[in-house]
């Protein structure tokens, strides 16, 4: 498959996004004054078979009729392998059950835009010229980049423009093969069910008029207007469904390549330790074990150092991994602990002024100064992400070719480390994309990826599927930033907040993700830090919002919904705080602030309505949040039993703009919802002696079914442009939980997770 880019033009475009807005200027410069690229028409041909004819660089025509639709974006349960055919399905007239899926080929048509576009730092109430600049610029560069990568609750905001003109224009050229050979205007022509049908009743099908339709000129799509929608707004079931039922459904640690060997690894005992020496004699005398590689050389900063055991089957090679004797050279984390991270932390935020997100009015000036002050410190841990899927990669390199077959978020960044790590140029990298067990953000990481395809350039040309343990997945994550924060505000005599003023301090997710993944040093501000925080909606006339940067000596990683995660958390938590110490009911101390943000309040009531009253002994705890783009609130109903904080309801009210299938969305929201809770009420990695504490779901827990929540999803009816869904049901839980015990019992808990003792 062909490469997306060079990797210096990459990088270099990279680096000027890594800028933020502060290099948007130079990114204008020379191509940036020439018309956006398009996203119709490929570089890269369809892989087709039989007899297909492609109409654009998007979908083809089979010899049965079937649409044939490339599919760039992967599915890890969010049901984007359903929402997006939907949005072909509804510009082509063809039932959803006639679009058949094949995987996109590397193509910068395919890149993700609205996902970089997505990453400036702008308030979500800014319509300056500046930001609509920035954003413009932005979206240029990554179509130009065409990185393709399922991530930041993108793919159907990012594929609603491009999927639908690839239908419209498809349509349009089958209309005219079809005038052409009735010699009849186009306007008297209509399609329905993957027809063409003129107004006498003539009828040819798709298939029929693919190899004409093929030469015709679409001219400018012309989109449907939503009041002509028969499949977008409609609850479609899930396309992944059965084969995931009938254990059909292919995920990556299904690849079973002919000839396939079995990889483990054996991983450093503590964060940064560095493998120099083993022992391979004993190990290459167990049964089935062919080879004990050490990894370390190849792999740079792409992953760890570490070893690996090739055998027969896995389990032989796990355990011979597990037995294989080894020497360390100690990292300059063997002395980590999550007292000294904390401790750093408070430091920075004593030291630090940090780079201020947000800021208008004066949080200290003589407008405030005798109000009445409030101040809170809120924590959060760090966290990983513990998708039930275990990491693994099968790699083969032979005769200069690599072939791929992984879960992975990024497969464009895949194929580049892949080629690097082997030597080859990325367009002898081919992959196949499997469907992925939980991705949650681990899977955008591919340092499996790197380690796989060094022990596949060792196994003289023999496939190879490395697996990696539950432990090694929990011990050795790219985790979730912890992060502290502290809030000062000032309530006037009528109880209304007249300034807030707040300072966190974490880990730069893409500082590191940048490094690890393109060689490029992290600078500048970092969005994903202080998301939840700086773009609050909350109508207050004196605020700052800033964020300082800390080195983190632990990996980090995008974990779903990133720093909203635990953003959320310390900004709904203290404005209940706040509303306390007014001596006013929360909901209607947030409406106060809401008078020009109707969607918000929209939201907001929905969920307050749908929820009523608690029963006896329970409480209800509201939260309001925004994230990639989309509103939600919720509504938990808590208990406290024998000292157990017990969730027994969540009501959860979202706009998302558009609801291209209110069923997916349910889902979604249900999904973020118990994904947050485990997080909330158990989730933790803490480190001592350089050491993560947690090894599996003993002592890094998840919900179980019993634990489990009812949820219940009201979708505000929305004409605007689709935005995020699976992750905008995560940030609110843990505030609205938080603050149901608060009404409970009287005691706030400003740490995760949430614990009464």
Known sequence: ?????????????????????????????????LPPRQRLHGNAPLPLQDGAVALNGWLAIGTDGMVILAMPRSEMGQGVHTALPMLVAEELDVPLSSVKLIQAPMDKI???????????????????????????????????????????????????????????????????????????????????????????????????????????????????????????????????????????????IDARPPGMLYAALHLPPRLGDILTAFDAAPILA??????????????????????????????????????????????????????????????????????AYHASGEVEGKAVQGLRQLTAEYRAPFLAHAAMEPVNCTAQVKNGKVMLWVSTQAPGIAVEVAAKVAGVD????????????????????????????????????????????????????????AALARFAARLDEHGRIASWDNKSVSGSITHQFLQRNFGLPGAGPDKTT????????????????????????????????????????????????????????GIAFRRAMLLRHPRHLAVLDAAVAKAGSPPPGHAHGVALHQSFGSIVAQVAQVSVENGEIRVQRVVCAIDCGIAVNPNIIAQQMESAVLFGLSAALGGEITFKDGKVEQSNFHDYPVLRMGQTPEVETIIIASAGHPEGVGEPGTPPIAPAVANAVFSLTGKRLRSLPLRLA
């Open 1 to 33: 498959m062909a490469a997306q880019s060079s990797p210096s033009r990459r990088r270099f475009l990279l680096g000027g996004l890594g800028l933020g807005v502060a290099g948007v200027g130079a990114l204008v410069l020379g191509w940036g004054v």
């Open 286 to 355: 167990m049964p089935g074990v062919t080879k004990v590689l050490d990894l370390t050389p190849h792999l740079a900063q792409r992953s760890v150092s570490c070893a690996a055991v090739v055998a027969d089957t896995w389990w032989r090679a796990k355990q011979a991994a597990a037995a294989l004797p080894t020497q360390w050279k100690a990292g300059a984390q063997a002395n980590l602990s999550s007292a000294g991270v904390y401790a750093e932390f408070a430091r920075l935020l004593d030291s630090e002024a940090g780079h």
């Open 530 to 585: 202080a998301e939840g925080e700086f773009d609050l909606p909350y109508e207050i006339a004196n605020q700052r919002i800033a964020h300082v940067i800390a080195d983190s000596p632990v990996p980090i990683g995008y974990w779903r919904s990133v720093g909203h995660s635990h953003n959320a958390f310390f900004k709904e938590s203290f404005i209940d705080e706040l509303a306390h110490a007014a001596g006013q009911d």
């Open 110 to 252: 395919f890149g993700n835009v609205a996902m970089l576009k997505d990453s400036l730092p702008f308030h979500p109430d800014d319509q300056g010229r500046l930001k609509a600049l920035a954003q413009w610029t932005v979206a240029k560069a990554a179509r130009e980049l065409g990185v393709i990568v399922t991530g930041g609750s993108s793919s159907v905001k990012d594929g609603w423009g491009p999927m639908r003109e690839a239908g419209a224009s498809a349509r349009a050229m089958l209309v005219g093969a079809a005038a052409a050979q009735w010699q009849v205007p186009a306007a008297q022509c209509r399609t329905q069910d993957g027809a063409v049908i003129h107004s006498d009743g003539r009828r040819a099908s798709y298939a029929s008029l693919a190899q004409r339709a093929a030469a015709i000129d679409p001219g400018t799509p012309v989109l449907k207007l939503p009041q002509d929608f028969k499949l977008i707004g409609q609850p479609a079931p899930r396309r992944d469904t059965p084969s995931k039922v009938n254990g059909s459904a292919r995920f990556g």
């Open 426 to 481: 990325a367009k002898d990298v081919a992959i196949e994309v499997l469907l992925l067990g939980g991705g949650f953000g681990r899977r955008l990481e591919v340092d499996m990826v790197a380690q796989a395809v060094a022990i596949a350039l060792q196994c003289d040309g023999a496939p190879v599927q490395l697996v990696w343990t539950r432990e090694q997945d929990t011990t050795h994550d790219m985790y979730r930033p």
